[in-house]
Structure formats: C-alpha cells, structure tokens
C-alpha cells in the first residue's frame, strides 16, 4: 500500500486546514486508518484514527471536538479537518494503514504503512 498525503501549509491560529491521504496498490476498505504527527524534537504520536468502516472514530484529548477524521473508501481517502487551530498543532502530519481490524490502533507500532508526511504551521 502507497499513502500519499496533502493538504498541509502555513495558517494563522484559529484557522483550518483539511489533510488527505490517497491509497494506492490495494483496497483501502480493508484497513484502518490514522494520522500522527510529529513536532520537533517530539516523538511521532497519534492524532486520530477511523476503523476501516468508517463507523468508529478516536481522537487524541488534545484534538477532540476540532478535528474530524473520515474517509471514502470508495475514493481510497482518508482525511483530517482541522479546526480551530493551535500553534502547538504545528508538526509533520503523517497518514498510516493498520491491516489488521477491527479494533482501532493508536500505537505507531501498529501501524503497517506510512505516507511521507506534510507539514502543518500554525502561526500565531
């Protein structure tokens, strides 16, 4: 599986942006999915996840109630709104695929496949 990410860039506190991650080489339907990220000088940690259905959701504390993850299988995409901002969201954001539902996973061992990761900056 190929996971490419976009979506992310430069935005002032309080703002929004919507990641995406596009899945490539093989059905997407049979996978969960879940975006981490990394800020500098932190260790990579889980933001959100979503069961390969759809039907599930996790949302990290620091997230919940501003970001939304959801995905169109149909499409192979997974994406992330982001909303209300912060300047401490500023990190790498990655997407992963977990082959192994149903159960959500947030731990990045978990996770069998990887997109390359874009940058999200939050200013102040």
């Known amino acids: 599986v190929q996971l490419q990410a976009s979506g992310g860039g430069l935005v002032q506190a309080g703002g929004s942006l919507r990641l995406s991650c596009v899945a490539s080489?093989?059905?997407?339907?049979?996978?969960?999915m879940g975006w981490f990220r990394q800020a500098p000088g932190k260790e990579r940690e889980i933001v959100a996840a979503?069961?390969?259905?759809?039907?599930?959701?996790y949302y990290v504390d620091f997230v919940k109630g501003r970001f939304t993850i959801s995905r169109d299988n149909a499409k192979r995409t997974v994406n992330l709104q982001m909303n209300s901002l912060k300047p401490e969201d500023t990190a790498v954001y990655y997407c992963?695929?977990?082959?192994?539902?149903?159960?959500?996973?947030?731990?990045?061992?978990?996770?069998?496949?990887w997109g390359q990761g874009t940058q999200v900056t939050v200013s102040s």
């Open positions: 992963a695929a977990d082959r192994r539902p149903p159960s959500i996973k947030t731990m990045e061992y978990d996770y069998n496949y």
């Open positions: 979503i069961s390969w259905s759809g039907d599930n959701a």
């Open positions: 080489g093989r059905t997407m339907s049979t996978l969960n």
